[in-house]
């Protein structure tokens, strides 16, 4: 009896230390320790775009003193940093600064009524050769007007990071996004190329999407990322990890890439740095770290993380980090779990004069978006309402039917609660105003 009882005794508490684990199938019991790791599939961007120039030309009188091009999808500039127009000749290494007249347009739309839209078009004109770009929906029209023209072959875009415009490219890297215009004594714009520029087509570094995703998760109030054989940037950019909420336009700069531990250092440089994290296409090893209590932010507040190109210069880290996304990932379900259940917006459109209310467009915009969430027509009462409206800061509008023109507006911002021990969006009561 004794021996059986001892058993048992040993047998329960062999019980209860498997309790206290879990059973790994390789390697036995194993005790949980600290926060969950809560993993990301982290992998190519499929809705990013990077810098591009399309419409180019050049004129076709002799004296080829006139070039125009547009480019889009610039991100936006750091505080104090611009984008810098040049002229490369390869065959001499020759290069200045482009005499030009910038137009820069900034399009967004919005909707007039459930069917259509209408495309706003702000257009700024300028003729410095350099410029900054505030908005991610920005296109820059360019027209370099110079007698020069004929003594270069290629025009080089570069950022403020790299300094003042040289007087020679030299042997190394050297701006971003460049096209040729010239061969020889044939005239004809060929096609962009988005990567560090060189005098010599074999230094030249065209920018891909290389890369070996270690790790990247969760850890705690932790983002925790490691790479192995990053391409190294195209010059005058770098790298850094944003979180960014789809819904609302927000994004949190998590930070830029760091060499392992336990050097952590930052690797700004890469674009053209030397050390030992680098070779010569690419960073060996890298790391991104994220607290988020320091930063003061909740992740289930975001859609996705994404690893980034950003220019670099100026005064700090661009306020945005544009669609020049490398590598991205959903926020996993684990986390987007804790954010409150949709709110409701609802309201009255009321008019003044007594003008008909009648499918007047309501529309709901991300406070830091270019593009509506949601759109809704007004009943004859003028009542309108989103049923499903995600915790963030929005733009509420009013055009009445007809109309194209915006003639109230109002901000909102949906927080949460708990109701039943369930955390909740609010329920929200807006009144807009129409003439």
């Not at 490691?226 to 994004?251: C, H, K, M, Q, S």
């Not at 890439?257 to 030397?274: C, M, Q, W, Y």
């Not at 880290?317 to 684990?334: C, D, E, K, M, Q």
């Not at 109230?408 to 003439?435: C, E, H, M, Q, W």
């Amino acid at each position: 009896m004794r021996t059986s009882h001892r058993a048992l005794i040993a047998a329960t508490g062999a019980a209860f230390v498997l309790a206290a684990c879990q059973t790994d199938p390789i390697s036995g019991p194993s005790k949980i320790i600290g926060d969950p790791l809560l993993d990301m599939v982290l992998g190519p961007a499929g809705y990013s775009a990077f810098p591009a120039v399309s419409g180019g030309r050049i004129t076709t009188a002799a004296a080829r003193d006139t070039i125009e091009f547009n480019v889009n999808f610039l991100p936006p500039s750091p505080a104090g940093g611009t984008y810098q127009i040049t002229l490369v000749d390869t065959a001499t290494g020759n290069m200045a600064a482009a005499t030009a007249r910038i137009i820069r347009t900034m399009r967004s739309r919005r909707p007039v009524n459930r069917d259509s839209s209408v495309a706003v078009i702000k257009v700024d004109t300028s003729t410095a050769a350099q410029f900054a770009v505030t908005d991610t929906a920005t296109t820059v029209s360019i027209k370099i007007a110079s007698t020069t023209i004929p003594n270069f072959s290629h025009v080089v875009l570069r950022t403020s990071g790299q300094g003042s415009v040289p007087s020679t490219i030299g042997t190394g890297r050297n701006g971003f996004l460049s096209f040729r215009y010239k061969a020889g004594t044939a005239y004809a714009v060929q096609g962009s190329v988005f990567g560090s520029f060189a005098q010599n087509t074999a230094t030249r570094l065209p920018f891909s999407v290389s890369a070996y995703v270690v790790n990247a998760n969760f850890w705690g109030d932790q983002i925790r990322l490691d790479f192995r054989n990053l391409i190294r940037p195209p010059a005058g950019f770098r790298y850094a990890a944003w979180l960014v909420d789809e819904r609302t336009g927000t994004a949190t700069r998590v930070g830029g890439i760091l060499s392992p531990v336990p050097e952590n250092a930052a690797l700004d440089d890469a674009d053209l740095g030397t050390g030992k994290w680098y070779n010569d296409v690419g960073i060996l090893e890298s790391q991104v770290r994220g607290d988020m209590k320091a930063l003061n932010v909740k992740p289930q507040d975001y859609s996705f993380l994404a690893l980034v190109l950003e220019p670099y210069g100026g005064t700090g880290a661009p306020a945005r980090p544009g669609v020049s996304f490398v590598l991205s990932a959903t926020i996993p379900n684990s986390v987007a779990s804790r954010s409150a259940t949709p709110g409701k917006v609802f309201g009255t459109v009321t008019s003044a004069s007594g003008k008909s209310l009648l499918n007047t467009t309501v529309y709901l915009q991300g406070i830091n978006m270019t593009v509506p969430g949601q759109v809704g027509s007004a009943s004859t009462t003028g009542a309108w309402q989103f049923r499903a409206v995600p915790t963030g800061t929005y733009k509420l509008y009013a055009i009445p039917f007809g109309d194209a023109a915006i003639r109230d507006s109002a901000t909102v911002t949906v927080g949460s609660k708990l109701v039943n021990n369930v955390l909740t969006g609010d329920s929200l009561f807006v009144t807009l105003r129409i003439p």
